[in-house]
């Protein structure tokens, strides 16, 4: 199920889900229910949570954490915002202190943790709340940085192809070349001829390599789309942003609405190809989210970890082209790259370093 435009972002006066206290511990409830140990949440904590409903209009819409101290994801529809919890910590001088916690983008402190308030008294803590410590903040900049994909497209498309590849030469045919440059001669010899017969078919493997990296990475300049799993449990716990090149072609840039949703599957529709290589990775006992960093050449995304500072962690990115990549065949006069070829410029490479 997609999620686009209902909350507070687009629409101020967006109803809360929780009207009530009881409705607020039912969500947390529902919350916890998905989890696959049991979770338990102190009162206080819930009635903290209950004075942030009432105060400033944000309400439970996730759990994360560990089970023995969770952390109430708090937001406006599905947008997380900010986090509550109740834990230890371990001052500087090893004391172990127990307290109230309030993780928030807006709180700005000059000791101790970043953007965190705490207190072991609950009601201490909620006194010390503040307006400002929870204006809205949109997390498409949190989630998704433009000006990062060219980074990852140029460090990680690599099909193999080597820019400027020569390929090795043996010591005969490097002396024949000498003496046909030193004589300047006009016909090749007969062993240059043979050596650029028998190289010829690994070149234009290796050209064809870089021309499919440029290909690919023109793809995801066209117009690309980037996934978020947040690390957290959550109706809405996914995340996508379109991004494509700007007008003066330097970077990417914000396309569409930034989108939440349930799951994979409620991309069928609007991406069909994502929708079929998740299908394929669970096929394999995997999904698009745990699969190996970098560019997955076999399915034509890339994977990478992010730090989100609205959740305070570490979350999983994927970026897929907005729309399927060609295979090879399919390109018009195309003609597919055998990997056992590109397996030859690799030792080609090492025996040259051996020669030279």
């Known amino acids: 199920m997609l999620a686009i435009s209902n909350d507070r972002f687009t629409n101020p006066n967006a109803p809360l889900k929780c009207k009530t206290y009881k409705e607020m511990v039912a969500a947390v409830q529902s919350l916890a229910d998905m989890c696959k140990n049991p979770v338990h949440i102190k009162e206080e904590l819930l009635w903290l949570a209950d004075q942030i409903r009432m105060r400033y209009r944000l309400e439970p819409i996730g759990l994360t954490g ?5 952390r109430i994801v708090l937001g406006t529809g599905y947008v997380p915002q900010a986090m509550i919890w109740f834990g230890s910590r371990q001052t500087t001088k090893g004391k172990t202190l127990e307290q109230y916690n309030l993780h928030s983008m807006n709180i700005d402190v000059h000791k101790g943790d970043a953007n965190v308030i705490r207190s072991g008294d609950v009601k201490t803590l909620a006194r010390r709340l503040r307006t400002e410590m929870f204006e809205l903040i949109d997390p498409t900049r949190d989630f998704v940085d433009p000006e990062r994909i060219d980074y990852w497209l140029d460090s990680n498309v690599d099909l193999g192809g080597q820019k400027d590849y020569v390929p090795h030469m043996e010591e005969s045919v490097r002396r024949d070349v000498f003496y046909h440059f030193y004589n300047k001669g006009t016909a090749l010899p007969p062993s240059i001829e043979e050596w650029l017969k028998q190289k010829s078919d690994i070149v234009e493997t290796n050209n064809k390599l870089l021309r499919r990296e440029d290909f690919i990475r023109a793809s995801f300049r066209k117009r690309s789309v980037v996934l978020i799993k947040m690390a957290m449990m959550a109706e809405y716990k996914y995340f996508f942003q379109e991004v494509e090149y700007s007008p003066d072609g330097k970077s990417f840039v914000y ?42 050449r076999d399915f034509n995304f890339v994977s990478s970890i992010m730090a989100s500072d609205i959740l305070d962690t570490q979350c999983t990115r994927v970026v897929f082209p907005a729309e399927r990549i060609l295979s090879e065949d399919e390109m018009l006069g195309a003609q597919a790259v055998k990997p056992s070829v590109a397996a030859d410029i690799a030792n080609d490479n090492v025996l040259s370093i051996l020669n030279f």
């Open 255 to 296: 396309a569409g609405e930034r989108v939440f949703f349930s799951d994979i599957a409620d991309l069928a529709d609007k991406y069909p190809h994502i929708f079929a290589v998740s299908n394929m990775l669970r096929m394999k006992k995997s999904e698009i989210f745990s699969v190996d960093r970098g560019f997955q």
């Open 66 to 70: 560990n089970t023995s101290s969770p």
